[in-house]
């Protein structure tokens, strides 16, 4: 069973937090222990996991990643988005998270959280549950 | 039972699709459902997913990539290739791919990717299904 | 079963090499084929694959890091570590490792580093093996 996540963005940059949308996709597989991976099904998007304590902190980290990777740098792509294409594979389309009674194991200020790098978009998440 | 790809690289900096090789690595398991590791055993290449239509987007990220970490900036690993290594763990050695009806659930315009970072040369890509 | 590794740091960007204690896991597993998942569970650290031949990869690669992620940019999280958070997300928290005979299948040169970008510190690694 693969579970589906549909993610609304508001801006070009953006990281969305989905961790409470993936807890309750592990609630639906009703597997205890194992592993689920998130996967970002969009070649401008991406995954990872950050602090969700301080609003700040995705805010610093779209502002560097923008520095890092410009908008505007001599691009080819006749769309427009190369920078967004270059974030995704910085970023990576997935996140690999253990599952420990249920529930995933992540350290105490980690969040999960869906990147947008070219929107606004309605996009689309999976999560796949492996038991073991 | 674990599939190895052969990739060969003809550029320094070069990213080259493995899709089809990956399609036929889940076929010859014969899983169904599950997930997929994709690895590269090496430590100055990495495997991504990204835009497979327009050729102008791997042709941006790599130039880009060769801007974010130059080729030459002050390295002392003696054999020279420091920038490789880099964007190896940048990009990241594998990916982990959901696997439904045999296939590889990716999004519309997703393809597999072994990047060369320190070509040219002969590679290796291992490919690990797990089903669940 | 999950595997827990204790990681001690001695400086604020350091890459440790944690292969020896990731073997350590997978054989106290008693798991022969299948894959593992190597997961920082720290918002400012990161788990990467890379050379542990000469330690000057490693040199090279942290120096890189901080040149591409200053530790100081006009960041606005009041704790000061922006940086670290950002080198997180471009690393990544975690690895996976394919099995085979109870051993990871890494190329010759391939070492699994703890990323430490905000140390000194105690950290936590966990591994969790699927066997399949």
Redesign the interface.
């Known amino acids: 069973m693969?579970h589906s996540i549909e993610v609304r963005s508001s801006a070009q940059v953006e990281m969305i937090e989905v961790t409470a949308e993936v807890r309750r996709a592990l609630r639906q597989s009703g597997v205890q222990s194992?592993?689920a991976?998130v996967?970002?099904?969009?070649?401008t998007a991406a995954v990872?996991?950050?602090?969700n304590a301080?609003p700040?902190?995705v805010?610093?980290?779209t502002?560097?990643?923008n520095?890092?990777?410009p908008l505007n740098?001599?691009?080819?792509?006749?769309?427009g988005n190369?920078?967004a294409?270059?974030k995704?594979?910085?970023?990576?389309?997935?996140?690999?998270?253990?599952i420990?009674n249920g529930e995933p194991?992540?350290?105490t200020?980690?969040g999960i959280y869906f990147c947008e790098f070219d929107g606004p978009r309605r996009r689309?998440m999976?999560v796949?549950?492996?038991?073991?």
Do not use: C, P
């Open positions: 693969i194992g592993i991976v996967f970002a099904a969009h070649t990872t996991i950050n602090e301080d700040d902190v805010r610093d980290m502002m560097e990643l520095k890092i990777v740098d001599g691009y080819r792509h006749s769309e190369s920078a294409h270059i995704s594979s910085l970023v990576g389309a997935s996140e690999t998270l253990i420990e194991l992540l350290g200020w980690q689309k999976l796949k549950v492996i038991e073991g």
